[in-house]
């Protein structure tokens, strides 16, 4: 499994505009794996939007992901799911979901990176890099050293996560990601795809120099 833009979706960015529409213009512009990350809404409605959302992203050929619902990635059929250091634990989730579906998970610190590997995590998420309002619960920003840490250390792919827009991802890149999430600064643009070509486009020339 290789990705390089992580989409996650943000419904509170978009107001009045509808997920599938908002996330199909973020796949066209170069977002290859997707995540359903839902913190409110109710089970069914979690359901409803995991099914359209399996729909568009079979439709392009890309892994979709369900945060947190295990229930509701097997039910629909998703690629995997994304996990925090409060839910389910990994060893648990992977016994319910077995060895093909992918598992990732979201790590703060080096030793919570390596505890992932070990366990057999698919991927981490790394951050949050800079301070954010997407994540309410989230912890204060790691700083791109903890970036450059998980990038010399860790074998597992990792992707750089919270308060990363066009103009500091640079920064990023440079202390050794080479896949890269970012949510309000993709779904909350008046120009989805062309914001996420632009950031494809520096992660590429940062996979070539590097
Ligand atoms: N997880 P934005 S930060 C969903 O650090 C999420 O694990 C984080 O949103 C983590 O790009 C975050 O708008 C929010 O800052 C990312």
Do not use: W
Not at 18 to 27: G, P, S, W, Y
Not at 165 to 186: M, Q, W, Y
Request: charged share 30%.
């Amino acid at each position: 499994m290789d990705f390089r833009l992580y989409g996650i979706t943000g419904e509170r960015f978009h107001p009045g505009r509808d997920l599938v529409e908002v996330m199909e213009e973020a796949i066209q512009g170069g977002v290859d794996i997707l995540q359903l990350r839902d913190k409110t809404g109710s089970k069914r409605k979690v359901l409803e939007k995991a099914r359209r959302l399996r729909e568009l992203t079979r439709r392009y050929g890309i892994p979709f992901i369900v945060n947190d619902h295990l229930d509701i990635a097997l039910v629909v059929d998703a690629d995997g799911v994304h996990l925090g250091q409060d839910d389910l634990p990994l060893p648990e989730a992977r016994k319910i979901l077995g060895p093909d579906k992918i598992i990732g998970i979201s790590t703060h610190t080096i030793q919570e990176a390596r505890q992932a590997e070990q366990e057999g995590a698919d991927y981490i998420g790394v951050g949050p890099v800079f301070p954010t309002d997407t994540k309410s619960d989230v912890v204060d920003p790691v700083t791109t050293a903890y970036v450059r840490a998980v990038a010399e250390e860790i074998r597992i792919p990792f992707v750089a996560i919270g308060g990363i827009k066009l103009h500091n991802v640079d920064e990023v890149l440079r202390a050794g990601a080479t896949r890269i999430c970012a949510v309000s600064e993709i779904v909350g643009s008046s120009d989805v795809k062309g914001t996420c070509r632009q950031f494809l486009q520096k992660i590429e020339q940062a996979r070539e120099t590097s």
